[in-house]
């Protein structure tokens, strides 16, 4: 099942996308807060890969949007970090600077 969401977060909208138990019953959610700078991705997404492309990728852990909007930043790409995002965001945070 895919859950698709417009989610304001400080003033600013920004798309989430939930692929909802990819694995089957029992496993995490994937999500994705997408901004028009860059995004927010969850652990099933690949931090090296977006640092490779050249994204503004932040890593947040959580089951649902709330919980990723709400937790600490885990990681993010230079482009990231160039963009704005620093370290001790919420996701929140970082999403409103890449909104």
């Avoid at 400080?10 to 909802?20: D, E, P, R, S």
């Avoid at 990819?22 to 931090?47: A, D, F, S, T, W």
């Avoid at 929140?92 to 890449?98: C, G, S």
């Amino acid at each position: 099942m895919l859950n698709i969401e417009q989610l304001d977060v400080n003033g600013a909208t920004v798309q989430g996308t939930m692929v909802v138990a990819p694995g089957g019953e029992g496993h995490p959610n994937m999500i994705l807060v997408q901004g028009r700078k860059g995004y927010l991705m969850c652990g099933y997404l690949n931090l090296a890969a977006a640092e490779k492309f050249g994204d503004a990728a932040v890593l947040v852990g959580g089951a649902d949007f709330a919980a990723v909007l709400a937790n600490p930043i885990k990681g993010m790409t230079e482009a990231a970090r160039a963009a704005g995002v620093k370290d001790g965001m919420t996701g929140a945070e970082a999403a409103a600077v890449l909104a």
